[in-house]
């Protein structure tokens, strides 16, 4: 098929690259003419494991292509994926005015039948005013589809191509259909492609990610009582996880969520329900909760050193999740300014998100070239994000270069009694 994808972000390019992937001839648009001259290059802006290896590949067989002009693709495109920007506002809610502009746009440049399909995260409802701007602005026929997007950072590649299932919102079997065609290739293993309203296809993206909060934070709530009681916070969560019912994802408590999707999904849900008159009082509760947890391990500092005035804490991960460079929402974001406020001398590692975080702290802190130069002369080592390559260090080499060896497990990766037999004062979460 021929498809136009309307965004250049992290939805949009893996869906694009993805497509082409799959034989389709796909050109993604982007207004930003820079962004396009360098994905033309076969550099891609962001890192997420095998994309920049799809985008040089279906480039240099010519099913991918980058353009400034939305017009041009959407005359040569069948279907048109709209995955621009929806950023939250101040009370929560998601703010639509990109995505309406590319459907103005659309409607404007349509010379025939086109699926208009919107991949973006976007309230419920938001199918019907796409559809009505388009239809201010042509005579010519259309569907609007809903079609969310289930992509986790670190793993989006993956996740596209071989979907727990695909969610499509039609309102007519023509769109649907061509839909349904779309997404065969990726669903041949059995994986459901359910068809569905547009306000259900809406809703299941923010239902799903606000469980999936709500489940985290459970088990930080968990954690903390398992702190009160003495116990152990990784045999509860085994023995929940075993209950067939339950299952062992996210279940691991730790320092809260954050990126992109989580904390914006939940916070857009419960504006959205408000507009509605309903309080979605448990939501506000996951928010409240995963507030207070991005602050444990500072608090946990305090009540270990008194006052962290004058202290030099490393800090090891800095992205919100391994295998990503996103920052957004990220723990550590919080956690290192509050240290920075507390007095603290700052010492930041991450594999991949040292640049980002250059934009966010500028020289407040210090950045290390690698893992262990962060720890040179610390009072003690913060763990925020659960890089692989934290899980197994060199124990004595740590020791020898921290001032005092203490550690501030934020993601539970090592064993307190593997901890005490290397010498290590050990903090962990729920432990």
């Not at 569905?196 to 709530?221: G, H, Q, V, W």
């Not at 507009?275 to 409240?288: G, N, Q, W």
């Not at 010492?347 to 130069?373: L, M, R």
């Amino acid at each position: 098929m021929k498809i136009a994808v309307v965004g250049t972000g992290y939805v949009g390019l893996v869906v694009g690259a993805c497509l082409a992937e799959t034989g389709n001839d796909v050109t993604c648009v982007d207004k930003d003419a820079a962004k396009v001259r360098t994905l033309r290059k076969g550099r891609v802006p962001i890192f997420e494991p095998g994309l920049n290896e799809l985008v040089v590949k279906n480039q240099d067989e010519g099913r991918l292509t980058f353009t400034t002009q939305l017009g041009r693709a959407v005359k040569g495109a069948q279907i048109i994926f709209i995955a621009v920007g929806t950023p939250q506002g101040e009370d929560g809610s998601a703010d639509l005015q990109h995505v309406l502009d590319v459907a103005r746009d659309v409607g404007r440049a349509m010379e025939g039948y086109k699926v208009i399909v919107n991949k973006s995260t976007v309230p419920v409802g938001t199918a019907e005013k796409v559809r009505s701007v388009i239809r201010r602005e042509t005579t010519h026929p259309f569907s609007v589809v809903s079609n969310p997007e289930f992509l986790k950072q670190g793993a989006a590649v993956d996740d596209f191509m071989k979907p727990d299932r695909v969610v499509i919102g039609a309102e007519d079997p023509r769109g649907a259909e061509m839909m349904v065609a779309l997404y065969q290739p990726f669903t041949r293993t059995g994986a459901p492609i359910m068809v569905m309203d547009c306000p259900s296809a809406e809703l299941s993206k923010y239902a799903a990610n606000a469980l999936l909060a709500t489940r985290i934070s459970f088990m930080n709530e968990i954690a903390n009582v398992c702190e009160l009681f003495g116990a152990d916070v990784d045999r509860v969560r085994q023995a929940v996880g075993s209950d067939r019912r339950i299952g062992t994802s996210f279940l691991f408590p730790g320092v809260g969520y954050g990126g992109s999707c989580f904390p914006k999904d939940v916070k857009a849900l419960v504006r959205f329900s408000a507009d509605k008159k309903y309080d979605f009082r448990v939501l506000k509760a996951v928010e409240s909760v995963n507030d207070s947890q991005k602050r444990v391990l500072v608090r946990k500092m305090e009540a270990h050193f008194g006052s962290l005035k004058g202290k030099t804490i490393a800090v090891w991960g800095l992205a919100f999740k391994p295998k990503t460079d996103d920052m957004r929402e990220a723990p550590a974001v919080p956690i290192v300014k509050a240290l920075l406020e507390k007095g603290a001398k700052v010492q930041v590692y991450d594999p991949e998100a040292q640049k980002v975080a250059k934009a966010i702290f500028g020289t407040k802190v210090s950045y290390a070239a690698k893992s262990y130069d962060a720890l040179r002369g610390a009072d003690a080592l913060a763990i925020v994000t659960e890089w692989h390559e934290f899980r197994e260090p060199d124990f004595p080499r740590m020791r020898k270069l921290m001032r005092s060896p203490v550690i501030f497990d934020g993601r539970n990766i090592y064993q307190p009694q593997q901890m005490k037999a290397h010498g290590f004062t050990y903090n962990s979460i729920g432990r």
